[in-house]
């Protein structure tokens, strides 16, 4: 298909930007509220390292209201910096990037990232690992969003989510690595390192195509990718990624995948099947893939049950693929 025939048929817009909560074949987008919450999810816990007692063995810094001063003008975001108390004794520490970062780090959550972290970084198998949690950007006169899925979000919020998350491009990955990490190694006292394979970005939905999308605009900066229910559809042109990744030089990047079979099913697109062709292209195209497909739906569960497994998947090699 030509670009000119793609743009008649409108392929480039977002669809709720052009036609808003518009009804098709008696079908809407607001229909994800089904697949929040499904009977598969009973499966999935939190993993072992993630409802340990005791005392944690990070500390963490809050950030909020932190503004970004050029590649998204006039918004704001909150952050958090995870630091394990094993950084004492570390050189240059391992990175990973968390989008929706609050949902990521809620301690009463699905995943608890906080407690995941200290169990790996504990062990010295994979540690240690600095995590960075950063919500989507917002004009300052947005509150922040009690929940990732609240129906009655501000619109605003949620576009510029969108814009930030679903976007094809490279802005997004230019604000980790032009502004968000530099303001973590003044933070830190000290330099991340710069190896891709030791620095990963992780995210849900449209976080975790945005995860993806970061990595494949900048191997030489990430080389881990995290992707949670990843929404390889057709929000902004995510659909395409399946032939992007068949059709293109393999990048040294490893990929861990999680979807499920209840995963959402909307007007944008089939996210189970999105997920299947995305990893299916991904082991055609040769990465080091693993994709992790269960009965969930689209939340954090099944992602929570596994976190630790997959933290020590992606970092526990210690480089990415050979290209």
């Not at 409108?10 to 808003?20: A, I, P, S």
């Not at 500390?59 to 932190?66: G, K």
């Not at 198998?125 to 501000?154: H, K, Q």
Request: hydrophobic share 40%.
């Amino acid at each position: 298909m030509d670009l000119e025939t793609y743009q008649r048929f409108g392929l480039h817009q977002n669809f709720t930007d052009v036609h808003g909560g518009a009804v098709v074949n008696g079908r809407h987008n607001d229909e994800i509220i089904k697949a929040l919450d499904t009977p598969g999810d009973t499966a999935y816990q939190p993993c072992v390292e993630a409802v340990a007692e005791g005392p944690t063995r990070s500390s963490v810094s809050y950030f909020p209201d932190w503004r970004s001063s050029a590649v998204y003008p006039n918004t704001v975001r909150d952050l958090w910096i995870v630091c394990p108390d094993e950084l004492a004794g570390a050189a240059s520490p391992a990175l990973l990037v968390f989008n929706d970062g609050n949902r990521y780090l809620d301690a009463e959550g699905p995943v608890r990232a906080q407690r995941v972290l200290d169990a790996v970084n504990a062990d010295g198998t994979v540690g240690p690992i600095v995590g960075v949690f950063v919500t989507p950007g917002r004009a300052s006169d947005v509150p922040p969003s009690t929940s990732l899925w609240e129906m009655n979000r501000d619109p605003r919020a949620l576009r510029q989510r969108s814009i930030e998350y679903d976007s094809m491009t490279d802005r997004y990955v230019s604000l980790l690595v032009d502004e968000v990490i530099p303001f973590v190694q003044d933070h830190l006292g000290r330099a991340i390192t710069v190896d891709p394979s030791r620095r990963g970005v992780a995210g849900i939905s449209s976080g975790g195509i945005c995860a993806w999308t970061a990595a494949w605009h900048r191997p030489d900066q990430f080389g881990l990718v995290l992707s949670h229910c990843g929404s390889f559809v057709n929000i902004r042109g995510g659909h395409a990624w399946p032939y992007l990744i068949r059709s293109t030089k393999r990048r040294q990047i490893r990929v861990f995948m999680q979807s499920g079979e209840n995963d959402a099913d909307i007007v944008f697109g089939s996210w189970s099947l999105a997920n299947q062709q995305v990893a299916a292209a991904l082991k055609f195209a040769g990465y080091d893939i693993r994709f992790e497909f269960g009965t969930g739906g689209h939340n954090l569960r099944h992602a929570g049950a596994a976190f630790g497994e997959s933290l020590r998947w992606l970092f526990e090699t210690g480089s990415a693929s050979a290209s």
